[in-house]
């Protein structure tokens, strides 16, 4: 699997691809995976990648 997630592609993402997840609500994680949900797609961080959509309040 390539890297995706590393280099030169988070240069090109916002705050280099860093925020807030909107689940675990840690700032300054790189939120790098997109859940989808039934109308929206919410980005999170690795640790909250395999949270199913549901879960998902945010
Ligand atoms: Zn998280």
Not at 11 to 38: D, F, S, W
Request: glycine fraction near 8%.
């Amino acid at each position: 699997m390539a890297k995706n997630n590393r280099g030169k592609t988070l240069k090109n993402l916002p705050a280099h691809g860093r925020g807030q997840c909107p689940h675990c609500n840690r700032t300054g994680v790189k939120l790098m995976y997109e859940i989808k949900g039934e109308n929206k797609t919410i980005k999170v961080c690795k640790v909250c990648k395999n949270t199913p959509a549901d879960k998902l309040t945010a």
